[in-house]
């Protein structure tokens, strides 16, 4: 079993930054593929940044490319997304997730953290 807990949410103004965080337990970052989703109010859940298990392959969403960057830190067995020059579009509920078993980037994912909001001020 994995279990994933986000942090790092909150408020920040359009332009700003955040960084979240995806404390895994159960299973080492890197012998996992991991993934962030969001979901806005109204919307679907939806798959914004992705990384491999073996590091070597990585996905962004074009809504979020040039400004996300998804990285993982073994030694804190914690899961990262840096989030740049936010806008408020950007404003969900963001998941990670973690996946065990499919190779290259997944698109499915079998565990998942309890989310954290972030809100983008105009």
């Known amino acids: 079993q994995v279990q994933l807990v986000e942090s790092g949410g909150g408020l920040v103004q359009a332009g700003g930054s955040l960084r979240l965080s995806c404390a895994a337990s159960?299973?080492?970052?890197?012998?996992?593929?991991m993934g962030w989703f969001r979901q806005a109010p109204g919307k679907e859940r939806e798959l914004i940044a992705a990384?491999?298990?073996?590091?070597?392959?990585?996905y962004y969403a074009d809504s979020v490319k040039g400004r996300f960057t998804i990285s993982r830190d073994n030694a804190k067995n914690t899961a990262y997304l840096q989030m740049n020059s936010l806008k408020p579009e950007d404003t969900a509920v963001y998941y990670c997730a973690a996946d065990t078993l499919r190779i290259g980037v997944p698109l499915e994912y079998d565990y998942w953290g309890q989310g954290t909001q972030v809100t983008v001020s105009s």
């Open positions: 990384v491999s298990r073996s590091g070597g392959s990585t």
């Open positions: 159960g299973r080492t970052v890197s012998s996992l593929a």
